[in-house]
Protein backbone atom coordinates (compact mmCIF):
# COMPACT_ATOMS: atom_id res chain seq x y z
CA UNK A 1 0.00 0.00 0.00
CA UNK A 2 1.03 3.41 -0.69
CA UNK A 3 0.49 4.96 2.71
CA UNK A 4 2.83 6.99 4.46
CA UNK A 5 4.42 5.23 7.60
CA UNK A 6 5.74 8.04 9.21
CA UNK A 7 2.20 9.62 9.82
CA UNK A 8 1.41 6.40 11.85
CA UNK A 9 4.69 5.24 13.67
CA UNK A 10 4.20 6.09 16.73
CA UNK A 11 0.74 4.57 17.39
CA UNK A 12 1.57 1.81 15.48
CA UNK A 13 4.48 1.15 18.48
CA UNK A 14 2.39 1.21 21.02
CA UNK A 15 0.01 -1.35 19.27
CA UNK A 16 3.06 -3.92 18.58
CA UNK A 17 4.29 -2.89 22.06
CA UNK A 18 0.71 -4.29 23.39
CA UNK A 19 0.81 -7.30 21.16
CA UNK A 20 4.34 -8.46 22.03
CA UNK A 21 3.40 -8.25 25.79
CA UNK A 22 -0.11 -9.78 25.68
CA UNK A 23 0.50 -12.99 22.72
CA UNK A 24 -2.83 -14.63 23.43
CA UNK A 25 -4.49 -10.67 21.81
CA UNK A 26 -2.52 -12.84 18.63
CA UNK A 27 -5.26 -14.35 16.80
CA UNK A 28 -8.08 -16.81 17.25
CA UNK A 29 -5.29 -19.84 16.81
CA UNK A 30 -4.96 -21.90 13.48
CA UNK A 31 -7.98 -23.21 11.44
CA UNK A 32 -7.40 -23.89 7.50
CA UNK A 33 -3.52 -23.52 7.19
CA UNK A 34 -2.79 -20.65 5.08
CA UNK A 35 0.17 -19.93 2.71
CA UNK A 36 0.62 -15.94 2.91
CA UNK A 37 2.05 -14.89 -0.69
CA UNK A 38 2.29 -11.09 0.57
CA UNK A 39 4.39 -10.54 3.61
CA UNK A 40 6.93 -7.72 4.11
CA UNK A 41 9.37 -7.62 6.82
CA UNK A 42 10.72 -4.55 6.21
CA UNK A 43 13.77 -3.13 8.37
CA UNK A 44 11.58 -0.99 10.46
CA UNK A 45 9.47 -4.09 11.29
CA UNK A 46 12.15 -5.97 12.59
CA UNK A 47 12.74 -3.16 14.93
CA UNK A 48 9.64 -3.53 16.50
CA UNK A 49 8.94 -7.49 16.10
CA UNK A 50 12.02 -9.41 15.95
CA UNK A 51 12.13 -12.95 13.57
CA UNK A 52 11.17 -14.91 16.29
CA UNK A 53 8.45 -13.08 17.71
CA UNK A 54 7.70 -12.67 13.91
CA UNK A 55 7.61 -16.45 13.48
CA UNK A 56 5.58 -17.07 16.57
CA UNK A 57 2.93 -14.35 14.91
CA UNK A 58 3.15 -16.91 11.81
CA UNK A 59 1.96 -19.64 13.69
CA UNK A 60 -0.75 -17.88 15.78
CA UNK A 61 -2.40 -17.04 13.24
CA UNK A 62 -2.28 -20.62 11.05
CA UNK A 63 0.24 -19.42 8.35
CA UNK A 64 2.48 -22.73 6.90
CA UNK A 65 4.34 -20.86 4.76
CA UNK A 66 4.77 -17.48 3.49
CA UNK A 67 6.04 -15.67 0.40
CA UNK A 68 8.14 -12.90 2.40
CA UNK A 69 10.54 -9.48 0.80
CA UNK A 70 11.22 -6.77 2.71
CA UNK A 71 12.73 -2.68 2.32
CA UNK A 72 16.02 -2.86 1.56
CA UNK A 73 15.61 -6.23 -0.27
CA UNK A 74 18.08 -8.10 1.37
CA UNK A 75 16.59 -7.23 4.92
CA UNK A 76 14.47 -10.86 4.11
CA UNK A 77 17.45 -13.04 4.46
CA UNK A 78 16.90 -12.47 8.18
CA UNK A 79 13.93 -14.52 8.72
CA UNK A 80 14.52 -16.73 5.76
CA UNK A 81 17.89 -17.93 7.70
CA UNK A 82 15.49 -18.50 10.78
CA UNK A 83 12.99 -20.52 8.66
CA UNK A 84 14.12 -21.50 5.29
CA UNK A 85 11.98 -24.54 5.08
CA UNK A 86 8.82 -22.21 5.97
CA UNK A 87 10.05 -18.49 4.46
CA UNK A 88 9.67 -18.33 0.63
CA UNK A 89 12.15 -15.13 -0.36
CA UNK A 90 11.45 -12.42 -2.70
CA UNK A 91 13.64 -9.78 -3.62
CA UNK A 92 12.35 -6.35 -3.87
CA UNK A 93 14.17 -3.95 -5.70
CA UNK A 94 13.89 -1.03 -3.05
CA UNK A 95 17.39 -0.05 -1.53
CA UNK A 96 15.33 2.35 0.70
CA UNK A 97 11.50 3.20 0.72
CA UNK A 98 11.78 6.17 -1.58
CA UNK A 99 13.31 4.25 -3.84
CA UNK A 100 9.71 2.71 -5.12
CA UNK A 101 9.34 5.76 -6.98
CA UNK A 102 11.96 5.68 -9.08
CA UNK A 103 13.21 1.86 -9.37
CA UNK A 104 12.00 1.36 -12.79
CA UNK A 105 14.04 4.30 -14.06
CA UNK A 106 17.69 2.86 -12.72
CA UNK A 107 19.69 1.66 -15.00
CA UNK A 108 22.12 0.03 -12.64
CA UNK A 109 19.02 -1.98 -10.79
CA UNK A 110 19.55 -5.42 -12.91
CA UNK A 111 23.58 -5.24 -12.18
CA UNK A 112 22.20 -4.79 -8.25
CA UNK A 113 19.29 -7.15 -8.39
CA UNK A 114 21.88 -10.30 -9.61
CA UNK A 115 24.57 -9.48 -6.97
CA UNK A 116 21.78 -9.77 -4.26
CA UNK A 117 20.31 -12.70 -6.31
CA UNK A 118 23.04 -14.90 -4.75
CA UNK A 119 23.11 -14.44 -1.91
CA UNK A 120 20.22 -16.73 -0.63
CA UNK A 121 17.79 -18.93 -2.79
CA UNK A 122 15.31 -16.55 -3.86
CA UNK A 123 12.20 -17.86 -5.34
CA UNK A 124 11.14 -14.20 -6.98
CA UNK A 125 11.27 -10.76 -7.60
CA UNK A 126 9.10 -8.17 -5.76
CA UNK A 127 6.77 -6.76 -4.61
CA UNK A 128 7.41 -4.10 -6.50
CA UNK A 129 4.89 -1.34 -7.43
CA UNK A 130 5.10 0.49 -10.90
CA UNK A 131 2.15 1.58 -13.08
CA UNK A 132 1.13 2.80 -16.57
CA UNK A 133 3.68 3.55 -19.08
CA UNK A 134 6.80 3.02 -16.31
CA UNK A 135 6.10 -0.72 -16.11
CA UNK A 136 7.31 -0.85 -20.12
CA UNK A 137 10.86 0.64 -19.04
CA UNK A 138 13.93 -0.65 -19.75
CA UNK A 139 14.75 -1.12 -16.18
CA UNK A 140 11.54 -3.17 -16.11
CA UNK A 141 12.44 -5.62 -18.85
CA UNK A 142 15.41 -6.11 -17.65
CA UNK A 143 14.38 -7.47 -14.24
CA UNK A 144 11.68 -9.61 -16.42
CA UNK A 145 14.49 -11.06 -17.83
CA UNK A 146 16.50 -11.55 -14.70
CA UNK A 147 13.39 -13.46 -13.64
CA UNK A 148 13.38 -15.62 -16.39
CA UNK A 149 17.24 -16.37 -16.71
CA UNK A 150 16.80 -17.24 -12.91
CA UNK A 151 12.99 -18.66 -13.11
CA UNK A 152 11.62 -16.47 -10.39
CA UNK A 153 8.09 -15.34 -10.03
CA UNK A 154 7.17 -11.62 -10.09
CA UNK A 155 5.26 -10.09 -7.53
CA UNK A 156 3.75 -7.17 -9.11
CA UNK A 157 1.95 -4.09 -7.74
CA UNK A 158 0.38 -2.26 -10.70
CA UNK A 159 -2.54 -1.44 -12.58
CA UNK A 160 -4.11 -2.89 -15.42
CA UNK A 161 -2.05 -0.90 -18.41
CA UNK A 162 0.88 -1.69 -16.26
CA UNK A 163 -0.07 -5.52 -15.84
CA UNK A 164 -0.54 -5.79 -19.69
CA UNK A 165 2.80 -4.65 -20.17
CA UNK A 166 4.76 -6.55 -17.71
CA UNK A 167 2.55 -9.73 -19.45
CA UNK A 168 3.65 -8.92 -22.94
CA UNK A 169 7.85 -9.21 -21.82
CA UNK A 170 7.07 -12.45 -19.13
CA UNK A 171 6.39 -15.04 -21.95
CA UNK A 172 6.85 -18.37 -19.70
CA UNK A 173 7.28 -17.11 -16.44
CA UNK A 174 4.79 -16.81 -13.72
CA UNK A 175 3.33 -12.85 -12.48
CA UNK A 176 1.45 -12.92 -9.74
CA UNK A 177 -1.14 -9.32 -9.77
CA UNK A 178 -1.09 -8.31 -6.19
CA UNK A 179 -4.08 -7.21 -4.52
CA UNK A 180 -5.83 -8.67 -8.02
CA UNK A 181 -5.94 -5.02 -9.24
CA UNK A 182 -8.18 -4.13 -6.15
CA UNK A 183 -11.25 -2.52 -7.64
CA UNK A 184 -10.81 -3.77 -11.49
CA UNK A 185 -14.42 -5.50 -12.95
CA UNK A 186 -14.68 -9.41 -12.32
CA UNK A 187 -14.79 -9.21 -16.46
CA UNK A 188 -11.62 -7.99 -16.72
CA UNK A 189 -9.82 -10.29 -14.23
CA UNK A 190 -11.67 -13.53 -16.38
CA UNK A 191 -10.35 -12.12 -19.42
CA UNK A 192 -6.86 -11.53 -18.01
CA UNK A 193 -7.22 -15.38 -16.52
CA UNK A 194 -8.14 -16.72 -20.33
CA UNK A 195 -5.24 -14.86 -21.75
CA UNK A 196 -2.60 -15.66 -19.41
CA UNK A 197 -2.19 -18.93 -18.01
CA UNK A 198 0.84 -18.25 -15.79
CA UNK A 199 -1.18 -15.24 -14.33
CA UNK A 200 -1.70 -15.68 -10.56
CA UNK A 201 -4.56 -12.94 -8.64
CA UNK A 202 -3.39 -12.22 -4.99
CA UNK A 203 -6.05 -11.22 -3.03
CA UNK A 204 -4.95 -8.52 0.02
CA UNK A 205 -6.64 -5.34 -0.05
CA UNK A 206 -9.08 -7.26 -2.98
CA UNK A 207 -12.48 -5.21 -2.75
CA UNK A 208 -15.79 -7.21 -3.24
CA UNK A 209 -15.37 -10.42 -2.44
CA UNK A 210 -17.89 -10.39 0.35
CA UNK A 211 -20.63 -8.04 1.05
CA UNK A 212 -21.82 -8.36 5.07
CA UNK A 213 -19.50 -10.80 5.25
CA UNK A 214 -21.23 -13.17 3.22
CA UNK A 215 -19.22 -14.45 -0.30
CA UNK A 216 -20.87 -12.60 -3.18
CA UNK A 217 -22.28 -14.91 -6.18
CA UNK A 218 -19.81 -13.40 -8.45
CA UNK A 219 -16.49 -14.00 -6.57
CA UNK A 220 -18.35 -17.82 -6.02
CA UNK A 221 -18.49 -18.05 -9.61
CA UNK A 222 -14.79 -16.99 -10.11
CA UNK A 223 -13.55 -19.08 -7.66
CA UNK A 224 -15.30 -21.76 -9.07
CA UNK A 225 -14.79 -21.35 -12.72
CA UNK A 226 -10.73 -20.33 -11.59
CA UNK A 227 -9.83 -22.84 -8.11
CA UNK A 228 -6.11 -22.66 -9.23
CA UNK A 229 -5.44 -19.10 -10.05
CA UNK A 230 -5.93 -17.28 -6.57
CA UNK A 231 -3.37 -17.18 -3.50
CA UNK A 232 -4.36 -15.24 -0.13
CA UNK A 233 -2.18 -12.82 1.49
CA UNK A 234 -2.26 -10.29 4.17
CA UNK A 235 0.17 -7.43 3.32
CA UNK A 236 2.17 -6.60 6.79
CA UNK A 237 3.53 -3.50 5.00
CA UNK A 238 3.60 -1.76 8.65
CA UNK A 239 3.80 -2.94 12.37
CA UNK A 240 0.27 -2.62 12.39
CA UNK A 241 -0.95 -5.01 9.59
CA UNK A 242 1.53 -7.66 11.53
CA UNK A 243 -0.34 -7.38 14.73
CA UNK A 244 -3.48 -8.10 12.94
CA UNK A 245 -2.22 -10.79 11.23
CA UNK A 246 -4.58 -13.47 12.77
CA UNK A 247 -7.33 -10.98 12.39
CA UNK A 248 -6.46 -11.01 8.39
CA UNK A 249 -6.00 -14.79 8.11
CA UNK A 250 -9.58 -15.19 9.74
CA UNK A 251 -11.37 -12.64 7.67
CA UNK A 252 -9.75 -14.87 4.90
CA UNK A 253 -11.35 -18.19 6.79
CA UNK A 254 -14.58 -16.54 6.87
CA UNK A 255 -15.43 -16.35 2.92
CA UNK A 256 -13.36 -19.34 2.29
CA UNK A 257 -15.63 -21.48 4.51
CA UNK A 258 -17.80 -20.58 2.24
CA UNK A 259 -16.47 -22.43 -0.88
CA UNK A 260 -16.69 -25.69 -1.16
CA UNK A 261 -13.77 -27.42 0.93
CA UNK A 262 -11.31 -28.36 -2.18
CA UNK A 263 -11.65 -24.85 -3.67
CA UNK A 264 -11.11 -23.45 -0.01
CA UNK A 265 -8.01 -25.59 0.08
CA UNK A 266 -6.58 -24.30 -3.02
CA UNK A 267 -6.56 -20.77 -2.74
CA UNK A 268 -6.19 -20.61 0.82
CA UNK A 269 -2.51 -23.33 0.37
CA UNK A 270 -2.53 -25.45 -2.97
CA UNK A 271 -1.70 -23.02 -5.21
CA UNK A 272 0.92 -21.14 -4.04
CA UNK A 273 2.31 -24.92 -2.74
CA UNK A 274 2.16 -25.58 -6.14
CA UNK A 275 3.42 -22.89 -7.37
CA UNK A 276 6.27 -23.03 -5.05
CA UNK A 277 7.19 -26.14 -4.39
CA UNK A 278 5.89 -26.91 -1.03
CA UNK A 279 3.18 -29.66 -1.10
CA UNK A 280 5.64 -32.21 -2.97
ZN1 LIG B 1 0.86 -3.89 -2.66
Known amino acids: MNVNIELIRVPLAVVTCLLLLFPAIAGAGPGLPVFDTHLHYSEDVQKLIPPERALELLD ?10 ATPGPAVEVLYRLA ?88 DTDVIWAHAGFDEPIATLQRLLELHPRLWLELSYREGITEADRLTPAWRQLFTDYPRRFLVGTDTWSPQRWAEISDLVTEARLWLAQLPTDIAQQIAYGNAGRLFGTDE
Open 84 to 171: PGRVVPFLRPYPTRAHRNTWFRDPELPDLLRAQLARIPYRGIGEFHVAGTNAGSATVKAIIRLAQQHRLVLHAHTDLEGLQLILAEAD
Open 60 to 69: AAGIAHAVVS
